[in-house]
């Protein structure tokens, strides 16, 4: 069963850029579209955004100005690179396989990112 | 940009039929997801197309989607149950609802 990890700084100051970085483990990362995802604290899931293996891209509007998605294929590794981050950029993150049309099948256990100087 | 509206919260008693509606604009010519969410855990797919269950998923949920409402139906639900309900949605980027807080009580 494919398995993701996500990795990353747990603590970002405003203004900075947020990394994160996702590791697909026990299956290929081709043929899929993968997706971040977040969820601030007690509140809903907000998809930010998906990359498909071949580098192609979709972002939440809402986002899409400071966000940045990169995949790596030899390293089965996708990327978020989310820039001008405010304490509304706090959340648990969720890195995710997105199986269009059939759901988002598997996810990360998410790492938690705080904003905060 | 596209929107799904799902109640805040919904209680059901142990045994009853637990109802989850998502609501959003002609959402029944698009596919819906549910998705289950338990403190402390990832959410977990539960129902994708509508109405098919993956694999794991106990009998007792369902799905249908027409019109502009989608709705999450629990038969029998158990005090397991009891979790954040999410539905989702393709449309020009991928969508999710608020969320619902199913209480068994």
């Known amino acids: 069963q494919v398995q993701l990890q996500e990795s990353g700084p747990g603590l970002v100051k405003p203004s900075e850029t947020l990394s994160l970085t996702c590791t697909v483990s026990?299956?290929?990362?081709?043929?899929?579209?993968w997706s971040w995802i977040r969820q601030p604290p007690g509140k809903g899931l907000e998809w930010i955004g998906h990359?498909?293996?071949?580098?192609?891209?979709n972002y939440n509007p809402s986002l899409k100005s400071r966000v940045t998605m990169s995949i790596d294929t030899s390293k089965n590794q996708f990327s978020l690179k989310l820039t001008s981050v405010t304490a509304a950029d706090t959340a648990l993150y969720y890195c995710?396989?997105?199986?269009?049309?059939?759901?988002?099948?598997?996810w990360g256990q998410g790492t938690t990112v705080t904003v905060s100087s | 940009s596209y929107e799904l509206s799902q109640p805040p919260s919904v209680s059901v008693s142990p045994g009853q039929t637990a109802t989850i509606t998502c609501s959003g604009d002609?959402?029944?010519?698009?596919?819906v997801c549910w998705y289950q969410q338990r403190p402390g855990q990832s959410p977990l797919l539960v129902i994708y197309q509508d109405a098919k269950r993956p694999s794991g998923i106990p009998e007792r949920f369902s799905g249908s989607n027409s019109g502009n409402t989608a709705t999450l139906t629990i038969n029998g639900t158990q005090a397991m149950d009891e979790a954040d309900y999410y539905c989702q949605a393709w449309d020009t980027s991928t969508v999710f609802g608020g969320g619902t807080k199913l209480t068994v009580l």
């Open positions: 002609k959402l029944g010519n698009k596919y």
């Open positions: 026990d299956g290929s990362i081709r043929n899929y579209y």
């Open positions: 995710v396989r997105e199986n269009k049309p059939y759901g988002v099948d598997v």
């Open positions: 990359i498909y293996y071949t580098g192609s891209t």
